[in-house]
């Protein structure tokens, strides 16, 4: 290491007891003056504002109550008889007919988050890239999302070979594959 580096400081190339000295509680450090020492000395040994913030932040977030996962229906239109395992393959695209009867996938933005973990056993990243590659390997299209049980309701109702996921039980009329 060179003497003059200032982008690496380094108590082993300068001698520590010509430089100067800074307090920080009850610890001495001696510093390089050409350098600057704020980043290092503020970061390791006090609070300061963006600790303080965080610590705010992380005590508020404590008293906000959180949403818990409730179950999760898999449905589709009247006439499609499926398991609740197959729904994973219907939703990456690798099941694509249920007899003679073309698969439409519909995704529940509203409770997406909880299907993917409880069903498809990934996150969002990785279901988006599945079905990104998909498209790009194979031509097909990810599944139509719904902001809402009413919307993906709707949609069942509608299409024919339509499957989606609710947070409340499906009415009447549906396929009820099952409850996660």
Request: charge should be positive.
């Amino acid at each position: 290491m060179r003497t003059n580096d200032k982008a690496l400081p380094s108590l082993a190339v300068c001698n520590a007891s010509a430089l100067p000295t800074v307090r920080v509680g009850v610890r001495h450090f001696a510093y390089r003056q050409d350098l600057p020492m704020q980043s290092h000395l503020i970061s390791r040994f006090s609070l300061g504002l963006r600790g303080a913030l965080i610590l705010a932040t992380l005590g508020l977030t404590a008293w906000i109550p959180t949403a818990q996962a409730g179950d999760i229906y898999i449905a589709c239109s009247a006439g499609v008889a499926l398991t609740v395992p197959e729904m994973r393959d219907v939703f990456l695209g690798e099941k694509q007919f249920a007899g003679t009867v073309k698969l439409v996938p519909v995704d529940n933005s509203s409770i997406q988050a909880d299907f993917l973990d409880k069903v498809m056993k990934m996150d969002a990243t990785k279901y988006s890239t599945a079905w990104t590659k998909k498209s790009f390997r194979d031509g097909a299209t990810a599944p139509t999302v719904k902001g809402s049980d009413g919307e993906v309701v709707e949609f069942l109702k509608h299409t024919a070979g339509a499957c989606g996921y609710l947070g409340s039980a499906p009415p009447a009329g549906l396929s009820a594959i099952g409850k996660v």
